[in-house]
């Protein structure tokens, strides 16, 4: 099992940077493949981004393609989300989430989360 604490949510202008950090504690972190997920009131948690074992691979929802890059830092045990050119239909909490199989996108393929962080974009 891997705890996973995320930070660095908070309100932004739309068309502006947040920066998503996840600090993660546990010896096999690098056993892990990391995700971040959102869910905006009233709709399903989605997946936005995944990176594998050692950053190599990285898998991005369309919505966000080309305005987030996901990166992780091995020896740091942390997961970053840069997210720019934010837009209101941004607005979410957004979860850290550890699996363990490449190539899972359902939140039901993460077996650890963090307790969310929220990000809010104003138009």
């Known amino acids: 099992q891997v705890q996973l604490v995320e930070s660095g949510g908070g309100l932004v202008q739309a068309g502006g940077p947040l920066r998503l ?32 074992w050692d950053g190599t691979s990285t898998y991005y929802a369309d919505s966000v393609k080309g305005r987030f890059t996901i990166s992780r830092d091995n020896a740091k045990k942390m997961v970053y989300l840069q997210m720019n050119s ?38």
Do not use: H
């Not at 990391?34 to 594998?52: C, H, L, S, T």
């Open 86 to 123: 934010l837009k209101p239909e941004d607005t979410s909490v957004y979860y850290c989430a550890a699996g363990l199989a490449w190539g899972a996108r359902s939140n039901r393929d993460f077996g650890s989360w963090g307790q969310g962080t929220l990000v809010t974009v104003s138009s």
């Open 21 to 52: 950090s996840c600090a993660a504690s546990g010896r096999t972190f690098s056993s892990y493949v990391m995700g971040w997920f959102r869910q905006a009131p009233g709709k399903e948690r989605e997946i936005v981004a995944a990176v594998n």
